[in-house]
């Protein structure tokens, strides 16, 4: 069963909100190749996601006597997925150097647990065309040494196209001096997929799809928002609008596939205060990418404000609120009816009595069934969550609410997650939901009534 609990009060800052994601931590495999005394470890580090949406990673690769390290960026394409940066760079590599092969390295991890309930990552390969192949430095006549022949074929091998499923060793994320630089587009020692930042006085953005001759197919995600989900890149597209948030904003333009005969070709032209900027995957960085990142941060105007106000402990205390901000859950009986623990993910301040929540799964649609109550008020139960959003209209008592949502089941993958954005005309905020049997996710708002 999913609990989503979305209770609204503020009671935590922002980096306590949410909780350590699961793609953050040590990931561990091991295989065993014929032919070599040791076989092949495989380990990646990732560390803390800015916005939950770019992971700086770090990948070790052991086999006999070589050893590489290659640091990388991780983009996550939904709650279940992460898009690998075809560019990696070698902090470490002896006794010889693969060139340009980890490119090949490439496509998504696809996030799932086996029976023992143990978090696995399973890489799912993009398939590069002979094309592109072509490119790629060929290591064993260029680098490796006449005894290191066999060696460097198997790890190339092994980088095309053998399984790999790393398990999760720790949950404690990847911390290195060089992990933050990584999300630095002028501090990183390569480039990763992740383009110069932008800068908007306006809050009013868009996309323009620029027509190719392959069959590609694209999407692009706002934060944690479609744009585009999947989409025929070849076909003609009318511009597609999107409202940045205040700050920072994370922006980033997927190859769901390589289309027929070669690596993506599609291109988009990001538009912001009449300012064109080309996000293109024919370029010589981005040839069989997995997806071009972009920081866009927006000025804020009061006028073209779309955020709503963040509880803070301030903001409680002047109206007269006593919270526990040691202990983030939230005491509205669903969570103690249930004999579940309630986790707090967000809290905010609403003007408006009146906000609809539109809910839906970004990964895959697989059967999740959830229950909602304000208050500890039941308002719909056996709701369906679809691929596709959809609303449910709430109003709030003033002052302090509750709004909690339980999951009626896990559905067929576990863990029974979805996207919650809540909406108030101009002004929306968007979290992720992610239950267990024994958690509930909750949200709190106060309804601060004007006069």
């Not at 931590?25 to 949406?53: R, Y």
């Not at 086999?63 to 690998?84: E, G, V």
């Not at 103690?336 to 986790?343: A, E, P, S």
Request: one cysteine or more.
């Amino acid at each position: 069963m999913k609990c989503i609990i979305i209770t609204f009060l503020n009671i935590c800052f922002a980096s306590n909100i949410f909780a350590q994601h699961i793609f953050e931590g040590k990931w561990f495999a091991h295989q065993d190749i014929a032919n070599t005394s040791t076989g092949l470890d495989v380990t990646l580090e990732i560390g803390p996601g800015e916005k939950q949406i770019l992971y700086p990673a770090q990948l070790t690769i052991r086999l006999d006597s070589f050893q590489a390290t290659y640091q990388l960026l991780l983009a996550k394409k939904n709650q279940r997925q992460l898009a690998i940066s075809t560019q990696k760079y070698a902090t470490i590599e002896t006794p010889f150097s693969l060139g340009n092969w980890p490119k090949i390295f490439n496509g998504c991890l696809d996030y799932g647990r086996d029976i023992k309930n143990v978090p696995f990552l399973e890489l799912n390969r993009i398939p590069i065309d002979s094309k592109t192949k072509k490119l790629l430095q060929i290591v064993t006549e260029n680098n490796a040494a006449p005894n290191h022949k066999q060696l460097a074929k198997t790890l190339q091998d092994f980088l095309e196209k053998s399984p790999l499923v790393l398990k999760q060793m720790s949950n404690q994320p990847w911390i290195a001096s060089l992990s933050t630089k990584l999300l630095q587009p002028k501090e990183t020692p390569a480039y990763m997929g992740l383009v110069d930042t932008l800068f908007s006085k306006n809050n009013l953005g868009a996309a323009s799809f620029l027509n190719n001759n392959d069959i590609d197919v694209v999407s692009m995600k706002l934060d944690n928002k479609y744009i585009v989900d999947q989409v025929d890149s070849k076909k003609r597209r009318d511009n597609e609008d999107f409202i940045l948030d205040t700050g920072l904003n994370i922006l980033v333009f997927y190859a769901d596939d390589f289309g027929k005969n070669s690596a993506s070709t599609a291109s988009a032209n990001l538009i912001f205060d009449h300012f064109n900027y080309l996000l293109d995957f024919k370029t010589t960085e981005n040839i069989g990418a997995t997806f071009i990142a972009v920081k866009i941060y927006h000025r804020f105007n009061e006028e073209e404000n779309t955020r709503f106000q963040e509880m803070s402990s301030e903001y409680l205390k002047d109206k007269g609120i006593n919270m526990d901000f040691q202990n983030n859950t939230a005491s509205n009986g669903i969570g103690q009816l249930l004999n579940r623990t309630d986790k707090v993910i967000g809290n905010i301040v609403s003007t408006a009595q009146h906000l609809d929540f539109a809910i839906w799964d970004d990964a895959i649609e697989d059967g999740d069934s959830i229950s909602l109550s304000i208050n500890g008020k039941w308002i719909v139960q056996g709701f369906p969550v679809k691929k596709q959003p959809q609303q449910l209209s709430v109003t709030l008592s003033p002052g302090p609410n509750v709004i909690t949502f339980v999951a009626d089941n896990e559905g067929s993958i576990v863990p029974n997650t979805s996207i919650l954005e809540i909406i108030d005309g101009r002004k929306r905020k968007s979290f992720n939901i992610e239950t267990n049997l024994r958690e509930n996710n909750v949200v709190r708002i106060y309804y601060d009534v004007k006069p």
